[in-house]
Structure formats: C-alpha cells, structure tokens
C-alpha cells in the first residue's frame, strides 16, 4: 500500500479557487491510479475526479465538470486537484486515494487500497 497526506484546504469565497495536493510514500506511486473524493456532512464519500498511472486518462464527476481538474507528477509522487469557481456545495472533506486498477468502475470507493485522512474546504456564499 502507499501513504498519502493531502493539502491545501482552506476557507474560500465562492467563485474562488483552491488546489489541493496529495504527496504519497514510496517508489511505487506510478504503478496506482488516483482518485479525489469528498465527503459533505450528513452525506456519503462521493466521488470527485480520478487520473490513470500516467495521466494520459481523467474522469470527472458531472457535477464538478468544466471546473475541476485532476493532475499528477509521477516524479514528486503527487496528485493535484485544481478546483476553479467553487460553490458552497463544494464544501466538504476532501479525500485522495490510490487504486491498482482504472476503468468504468473507478468511481465505486471498493476500487481503492489507501485514503488519505483528509483536507477540509469551505465555501462561503
């Protein structure tokens, strides 16, 4: 398994933007597939946006399409979320995790190995 630690949550107007980062341990970040998920309180994780081991493939949930972008660095062994005109239905907890496979199931949570504890963002009206 691999760690991760993400950052870069914080308080922000809507409209603003925020970009998180996830740093992982070990020399074998570029065999996983990442993905960014988030949790609101009261609801359930859900999923956000993931990347392929070389970043040549991303999938976006609908609702965070056209303003959300997911990157990686396989030589800093990081995974980044770059979140442009966020809504105060962003807010939530926001979680990487790392996954051996890619495919039209990598939105289901059973697909990933590793979580991160979490970065929260706050978006205010």
């Known amino acids: 398994q691999v760690q991760l630690v993400e950052s870069g949550g914080g308080l922000v107007q809507a409209g603003g933007s925020l970009r998180l980062s996830c740093a992982a341990s070990g020399r074998t970040f570029r065999n996983y597939n990442m993905g960014w998920f988030r949790q609101a309180p009261g609801k359930e994780r859900e999923f956000v946006t993931a990347?392929?081991?070389?970043?040549?493939?991303?999938y976006y949930a609908d609702s965070v399409k056209g303003r959300f972008t997911i990157s990686r660095d396989n030589a800093k062994n990081t995974v980044y979320l770059q979140m442009n005109n966020l809504e105060p239905e962003d807010t939530a907890i926001y979680y990487c995790a790392a996954s051996r496979s890619y495919g039209q199931s990598i939105p289901l949570k059973s697909m990933y190995d590793s979580w991160g504890q979490g970065t929260q963002v706050t978006v205010s009206s």
């Open positions: 990347i392929s081991q070389s970043g040549s493939s991303t």
